[in-house]
């Protein structure tokens, strides 16, 4: 049995295996290469107070003020004054970050921080972090690493109560090997579901193609809570470009001076808040929705073309290249920019040492809930929240035993009582019938349930959802376990309860934006499904 099973290997998955590994044997799981996740595409950087200039009261204040009323003060306090020496960590594991001179970190501004207190290597923050992480845990005799695993739901004991899923116990997974289609079994001692966000719901997104909140699906099949689904974090800047997918262009080039301006070159942040282009993302989100639609144009612009190409090749010189390659020349072209989504703030409902409502499932980075973020997550605080999260799911396990007697558990994963008529193999004609239900829900979801929404079209996202789900229950049961199946019929569940919270929140808050109830309500509650 394993001691430690961590369903994920981007920054929240490899930095608790280095954790857990001082304290027992664990396993790493990827659904796909170990690489492949959101964690490495993160540009901008990671947020933490280092100097003088700056202090903890402040970071805490930016992130509550960014959380509109719904982060949990603790969990807030407790990730901005840890969060110095969890930068301390990654250097010890390797991480370089980007100086001034020798020992003068060079810090960046994002969207709602009061200071420069971004750490950052260059605009490939993640890919380095994410790199050096790797290396450690690969040389690490007490983890091991397994690729091509996909995780289709958790194992459970049978006494399943739908009322209290407090009673519910995790004894780890059912996964498919993605290339063999076998289906493999693993018991473990603790699960851990670090398995980041679920972007890919949407027509438009900065996220990795596996972001199908597979952990969010799992988690709610097995009766474990969510919370707060509705708030999902729209990038305001994604470059525009038809044969650009995914690119992100990072706030920093906002905060290194990059104007925002549309097709007349005009400056449209000065009439939206004081803060301008480095307003809280959903403000900036919101206000290019609203300068699209106004001026019936496809895109709007990022002008930084007043800083010297030398500069913005160093500064940048991953954005620099991805929009060359496009024929874009960022220090002569404005930068063409449309909002994705980017960032699910909701997710696994966790407290702050990352406990899900069922016993020993824990749930660590994107793909939890713990009220760091509450209605809108400050800019850079993701990153840190993958490794404050995952050092108090260490700290926790770490001072427990855990005497769990799996001999006499009956096992059960969700699936078992239902879906019984599997007839034969998907073929490559029907897998297309798979891709057309997954673009008709991230159409939907762009269309209906994206950064302004309207009672009427959560109402009609919902009842589509519907037909489009008894449609892939048919697809499920009728063939042999497939991947894409798998991911298909987790991203409308996802789809699903992201319409059910959001139908259930009837204000405005944070990222939620609603024209039928455009103000917040005086008391911020989460939304548990
Ligand atoms: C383009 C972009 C730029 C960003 N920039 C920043 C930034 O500058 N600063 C910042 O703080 N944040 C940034 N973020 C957000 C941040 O990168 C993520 O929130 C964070 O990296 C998530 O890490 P994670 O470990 O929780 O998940 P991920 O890094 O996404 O890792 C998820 C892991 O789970 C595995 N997995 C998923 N489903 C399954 C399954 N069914 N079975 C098995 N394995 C599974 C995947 O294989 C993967 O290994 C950015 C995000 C994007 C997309």
């Known amino acids: 049995m394993i001691q430690f099973l961590v369903i994920g290997s981007g920054v929240s998955g490899l930095s608790l295996a280095l954790k857990l590994a001082s304290i027992g044997k664990v396993v790493v799981i990827a659904k796909t290469q170990l690489s492949d996740a959101n964690s490495p595409l993160a540009q901008g950087g990671i947020a933490s107070v280092t100097h003088g200039g700056d202090s903890f009261d402040k970071h805490i204040q930016d992130t509550l003020v960014a959380g509109s009323g719904l982060c949990n003060k603790e969990v807030v306090v407790d990730a ?34 009061s200071k420069r207190r971004i750490l950052h290597v260059a605009d490939k923050t993640g890919l380095h972090i994410h790199s050096q992480l790797l290396a ?68 438009y997104t900065s996220n990795w193609s596996g972001a199908t909140g597979d952990g969010l699906a799992m988690a709610h099949r097995s009766g474990a809570k969510l919370a707060n689904l509705e708030f999902t974090q729209f990038h305001p800047t994604c470059l525009y470009h038809p044969h650009a997918r995914n690119f992100l262009i990072s706030e920093a080039i906002r905060g290194e001076g990059g104007i925002l301006i549309n097709s007349k070159g005009q400056a449209f942040m000065k009439n939206e808040h004081p803060l301008e282009g480095l307003a ?75 406990r899900t409502s069922i016993q020993q499932l824990f749930a660590v980075g994107e793909t939890a809930c713990n009220g760091l973020h509450g209605a809108n997550r400050l800019a850079s605080n993701s990153l840190l929240d993958c490794l404050t999260s995952s050092h108090n ?113 009837k204000e405005s808050r944070g990222i939620h934006f609603h024209m039928d109830y455009p103000e917040k309500n005086k008391t911020a509650i989460n939304t548990v499904l």
Not at 89 to 101: A, S
Not at 309 to 322: A, G, T
Not at 449 to 464: D, K, M, Y
């Open 80 to 113: 901005v004054e840890q969060a110095p020496s969890r930068i301390k960590d990654l250097v010890q594991w390797g991480v370089n970050f980007d100086t001034c001179n020798l020992d003068t970190l060079s810090l960046t501004k994002e969207g709602g921080h």
């Open 136 to 203: 450690r845990v690969l040389e690490h005799s007490n983890i091991e690493l397994k690729e091509n695993l996909f995780a289709m739901d958790l194992l459970t004991s049978l006494e399943t109560n739908p009322f209290d899923p407090s009673d519910v116990q995790c004894f780890g997974a059912k996964f498919l090997h993605s290339q063999t289609q076998q289906q493999i079994t693993l018991l473990a001692q603790h699960t851990i579901l670090a398995t980041g966000g679920s972007g890919k719901t949407y027509l």
């Open 280 to 354: 809280p993302r959903d403000i900036v989100a919101r206000a290019i929705d609203k300068e699209m639609k106004r001026s019936g144009q496809d895109n709007v612009f990022i002008d930084i073309r007043h800083k010297s190409k030398s500069y913005l090749q160093e500064r940048f010189p991953q954005i620099f290249m991805k929009c060359l390659e496009h024929g874009i020349d960022i220090s002569k072209d404005p930068i063409p920019v449309v909002p994705a989504a980017h960032y699910q703030c909701g997710g696994v409902l966790t407290d702050k040492f990352g």
């Open 393 to 505: 799911v260490y700290k926790h396990i770490g001072s427990k035993s855990n005497n769990m007697d799996i001999s006499k558990a009956k096992l059960h994963t969700p699936n078992n009582e239902k879906h019984e008529t599997i007839t034969s193999e998907i073929n490559d004609d029907e897998l297309i019938l798979v891709t057309h239900l997954w673009e008709e829900i991230r159409r939907l979801m762009w269309n209906y349930v994206g950064i302004v929404r309207s009672t009427q079209r959560l109402r009609l996202a919902q009842s589509r959802i519907q037909n489009i789900q008894n449609e892939i229950d048919q697809l499920y049961s009728h063939f042999h376990k497939h991947k894409n199946i798998e991911e298909l019929r987790n991203i409308a569940l996802v789809a699903e309860l992201t319409i059910k919270a959001a139908l259930k929140r």
